[in-house]
């Protein structure tokens, strides 16, 4: 699922980049030699009867190309000059160049639009408890409160909470909580964003702040366990109440959790009620690395009520202008947001950790192909806006870098030199070659780390 997810997700970007530029050159007529999906070894090609365009498949999956016809990569006969890309006034090479990201930005919207007017699930956004001495409890917020808005912000969801205070993080600012408390009553809470660092925005900065999605207390009940797992095989079964583990009572779930995580290879006994019977089960839970440490499984699961959960949850809707409207929004503030991102990891105020290369990418493809259609459409709006944002960065190689040289040669009124081209083409092989690393060292870095 992983694989296909994946390959789904870079072959419809991809395919939508490159027929920005296809449809956008054609409207110059610009000749258009070939439109690939994929680098290197083409393993199919077809030519349509009266196209003048190779339409191919090659072997390296991680992009795509559109080869015009240009006097700067081979001969040109003197009838086809006309058609020739290098030839045209440079508004029209410029809207041929930007193109590309364009259209992934249109289809982030149409994505969006479609997922806005069908509703997207999300959990409410419910705090939890609230960490002590925390810039939420500062801010007199308490478990239970249900956040209504950031500042004039509506916040339907949790995931919106997030993105939300994200954005402003950045900003350092000091926001205004609108929140429901269990009375149903409505109070305002002055949030300070200004407290964190740089290293906070590197992992989940909403621990930071104090802020806790509000998590139904979870008995500590037996509710599923896995096959021939450490559980299983010491007697352990479904409906058992684990009472003590090693004489420590247990109130909840995530106790149990806490004391199997804390005894990895070592001893374990757990006093179980099963119906009228108590019994005493010794196990010794399974070693696992978690984020670089140690800690004890033991392949249990906790016995879920499901109607508390499902009111957890949420599903938002619009009307189709409404929708409309937000999905062009949305897609403005991530393409900010991921802007701000990249411009504070090269000022070295966020670390390079949030770079993420194709086994990330392929991942989360996975992930939410799993979790059903919406969640993977939503990662591949997501996606889109990334890969639009990053070819508009003013690196040679990228279309933001032939952008770059275009706007220089409509402002001086003649083209750029080839001697800047070829130093910019270098420089833009050293910059992408270097991101492209630290990404690849990222993904690397997080299989090992778990």
């Not at 083409?42 to 349509?48: A, D, N, Q």
């Not at 696992?288 to 249990?300: D, H």
């Not at 990891?345 to 939410?368: C, F, H, R, W």
């Amino acid at each position: 699922m992983t694989l296909l997810a994946f390959i789904g997700a870079i072959a419809s970007l991809v395919v939508f980049h490159e027929y920005g530029h296809f449809l956008v050159a054609r409207r110059c007529n610009v000749k258009v030699l070939r439109f690939s999906l994929g680098f290197g070894k083409v393993l199919y090609s077809k030519r349509f009867k009266g196209s003048d365009t190779e339409w191919v498949l090659s072997a390296i999956p991680l992009g795509g190309y559109v080869k015009m016809l240009d006097e700067r990569e081979g001969y040109v006969a003197p009838d086809e000059l006309p058609l020739a890309f290098n030839r045209k006034p440079v508004l029209q090479r410029m809207a041929i160049v930007v193109a590309g990201p364009l259209a992934n930005f249109l289809l982030a919207i149409a994505l969006y639009w479609g997922l806005f007017m069908y509703g997207v699930p999300g959990i409410k956004p419910m705090l939890g408890e609230v960490s002590v001495a925390s810039a939420a409890a500062m801010a007199q917020l308490q478990a239970g409160d249900t956040v209504q808005a950031v500042n004039d912000d509506a916040i339907p969801s949790w995931q919106e909470l997030r993105w939300n205070l994200l954005d402003r993080a950045l900003r350092h600012e000091t926001v205004t909580l609108t929140t429901l408390d269990k009375a149903g009553k409505t109070h305002n809470h002055s949030l300070a964003l200004s407290g964190l660092q740089a290293s906070d925005l590197d992992g989940e900065f909403m621990d930071k702040l104090g802020l806790h999605l509000y998590d139904p207390i979870l008995l500590p009940v037996i509710g599923k366990l896995t096959a021939d797992g450490v559980a299983q095989q010491a007697g352990l079964q479904t409906g058992d109440v684990v009472l003590r583990a090693n004489g420590v009572a247990l109130q909840r779930f995530q106790d149990l959790i806490r004391e199997v995580a804390s005894h990895a290879e070592q001893p374990l006994v757990l006093e179980v009620q099963r119906g009228a019977q108590q019994l005493s089960i010794t196990l010794q839970p399974r070693k696992v690395l978690e984020g670089g440490k140690a800690v004890g499984k033991i392949g249990a699961g906790p016995q879920v009520d499901e109607a508390l959960w499902q009111d957890m949850f949420t599903t938002v809707s619009y009307s189709p202008v409404q929708a409309l409207l937000l999905a062009g929004r949305k897609t403005w503030e991530t393409s900010i947001i991921s802007l701000k991102m990249m411009g504070k990891m090269v000022l070295g105020e966020v670390s390079l950790k949030n770079l993420s290369g194709p086994i990330t990418i392929a991942d989360y493809a996975g992930q939410s192909a799993s979790m059903g259609l919406v969640a993977y459409l939503t990662f591949l709006a997501l996606v889109s806006i990334s890969l639009g944002v990053l070819n508009l960065l003013p690196i040679p190689l990228l279309d933001g870098g032939h952008l770059l040289y275009y706007a220089a040669e409509f402002i001086k009124g003649s083209a750029v030199s080839e001697k800047s081209w070829e130093i910019g083409q270098k420089i833009g092989i050293a910059l992408l070659g270097t991101m492209m690393l630290f990404a690849f060292y990222n993904d690397i870095n997080r299989i090992i780390s778990g």
